[in-house]
């Protein structure tokens, strides 16, 4: 069993930038793959980012590198999103998951935590 405790979320005007935290605690959770997906107001959950456990290498969704940056502390317990020049439109709840692929597709996570909602303002 894996836990995922997402933080950092708020609201921003556009331009501005923040950062997620997502605390993971559990069995095996350094052997798993992390990411980050979104839920915008009124549309289906979309990815966001995701780090390969074997490599570190990392993988974005449309448009968001170079504005979004993904990460994972040494000790792997601990990922985060570093989103830069945002956008009215990157407001969502945003959420932390965890498992084993495929890394860019929600079936791909068996663990998710609760989300942190990011509001972006004009």
């Known amino acids: 069993q894996v836990q995922l405790v997402e933080s950092g979320g708020g609201s921003v005007q556009a331009g501005g930038s923040l950062r997620l935290s997502c605390a993971a605690s559990?069995?095996?959770?350094?052997?798993?793959?992390m990411g980050w997906f979104r839920r915008p107001p009124g549309k289906e959950r979309e990815f966001v980012a995701a780090?390969?456990?074997?490599?570190?290498?990392?993988y974005y969704g449309n448009g968001l590198k170079g504005r979004f940056t993904i990460s994972r502390s040494n000790d792997k317990n601990t990922l985060y999103l570093d989103m830069n020049s945002l956008k009215p439109e990157d407001t969502a709840v945003y959420y932390c998951?965890?498992?084993?692929?495929?890394?860019?597709?929600?079936?791909?996570?068996?663990?998710w935590g609760q989300g942190t909602q990011v509001s972006v303002s004009s």
């Open positions: 998951a965890a498992g084993n692929g495929p890394y860019t597709r929600t079936l791909g996570y068996d663990y």
């Open positions: 780090v390969r456990p074997i490599d570190g290498n990392t």
């Open positions: 559990g069995r095996n959770v350094g052997r798993a793959a």
